[in-house]
Nanobody
Framework: QVQLAESGGGSVQAGGSLRLSCAAS?????????MAWFRQAPGKEREFVALIRWHSGSLLYADSVKGRFTISKVNAENTVYLQMNGLKTEDTGRYYC???????????????WGQGTQVTVAS
């Protein structure tokens, strides 16, 4: 079973940047996989942030992060990254890495989740 481990969260001022990492271990990330980032703010539902198709590198972003966040991957390292620039207070939340097999923004499409990493953006 593939395990996902996120890192890179922290506290920053609005306008700052963070780079999150998601390392997959314990198995192979198959070429048919889709890797995604979701986030969850206190009292809110977990929401889609970005995804990348492992084989083709096709990307998709939530409108709220488009132009500010960049998802990328290094296949040889089994790692997915989320570069977050121009952070806003509303980006605060716990960020989760997920693995699925469908090109989908629906969290129910993902069957493999990490524990998450906290991102706090102060005004």
């Amino acid at each position: 079973q593939v395990q996902l481990a996120e890192s890179g969260g922290g506290s920053v001022q609005a306008g700052g940047s963070l780079r999150l990492s998601c390392a997959a271990s314990g198995g192979r990330v198959y070429s048919s996989s889709v890797m995604a980032w979701f986030r969850q703010a206190p009292g809110k539902e977990r929401e889609f942030v970005a995804l990348i198709r492992w084989h083709s590198g096709s990307l998709l972003y939530a409108d709220s992060v488009k132009g500010r966040f960049t998802i990328s991957k290094v296949n040889a390292e089994n790692t997915v990254y989320l570069q977050m620039n121009g952070l806003k207070t509303e980006d605060t939340g716990r960020y989760y890495c997920a693995r699925g097999s469908q090109y989908s923004t629906d969290r129910s499409s993902y069957f493999n989740w990490g524990q998450g990493t906290q991102v706090t953006v102060a005004s």
